[in-house]
């Protein structure tokens, strides 16, 4: 099955910083990438997905890139803020799974003042 | 209305008894799902309901029993749980086809 590995573990960045978070994955038939922020106690929240057929996707200080030869996607956020801590979940899916997500084990995002 | 609403929001159980969860949506969506999710770990999935069929069942103990008895509307009965099923468990609904998932909140389970 689908194996989605996600780096680093933990992040910590200082307010304004940008990071990155990356995920790859070995299934070259999985076609759609979402990233999800899940704060504490709370649910997984959507916040940008990418289908196989796009290279990049930018939604305000958000974006994702997928490169589909060597298998991999990133989540960049820009001028993180304090409310951007969170953990960050990738995933990726093939069409004929019966949509079930495969999620990658998660990026603890810690953003300072 | 754009949620999937989960009660009950917590539930402690005894391992003796038989509790359910209950989920709903008013979205449309023909796909809904049951994930548990233990702390700092990702969401795993155990169900899958297309059409109101059971369609993906990953190994889960018979413990756990699903129920879609409609279209909006998914339950997850449990009876006789250990206390390592302790979890959040996450309800999800997306339309068919659409691979874009939306999360309940949860309810927290405690098993004692």
């Known amino acids: 099955g689908e194996n989605v590995e996600q780096h680093p573990s933990t992040l910590s960045v200082q307010e304004g910083d940008s990071a990155v978070i990356k995920c790859t994955y070995s299934?070259?038939?999985?076609?759609?990438f979402p990233w999800y922020k899940q704060e504490l106690g709370k649910r997984p929240q959507l916040i940008i997905d990418?289908?196989?057929?796009?290279g990049e996707k930018k939604d305000q200080r958000i974006a994702v890139t997928l490169n589909k030869t060597a298998k991999h996607f990133s989540l960049h956020i820009t001028e993180t803020q304090p409310e951007d801590s969170a953990v960050y979940f990738c995933a990726a899916s093939r069409w004929n799974s019966g949509y079930a997500l495969n999620f990658g084990k998660g990026t603890s995002l810690l953003v300072t003042p | 209305d754009t949620e999937v609403t989960q009660t009950p929001k917590h539930l402690v159980m005894g391992m003796t008894n038989k509790k359910s969860l209950k989920c709903e949506q008013h979205?449309?969506?023909?796909?809904m799902y049951w994930y548990k999710q233990k702390a700092k770990k990702p969401p795993e999935l155990m169900f899958v309901?297309?059409?109101?069929?059971?369609?993906i069942n990953e190994s889960v103990p018979s413990r756990f029993s699903p129920e879609c008895p409609n279209s909006s509307l998914l339950n997850l009965h449990l009876h006789a749980l250990q206390p390592e099923d302790s979890a959040l468990y996450l309800c999800?609904?997306?339309?068919?086809?659409?691979?874009?998932?939306?999360f309940g909140s949860g309810t927290q389970l405690s098993v004692l």
């Open positions: 309901y297309s059409y109101e069929k059971l369609s």
């Open positions: 979205m449309g969506h023909r796909a």
């Open positions: 299934d070259s038939a999985s076609n759609y």
């Open positions: 990418i289908r196989s057929n796009v």
């Open positions: 999800a609904s997306s339309q068919v086809g659409s691979q874009k998932l939306f």
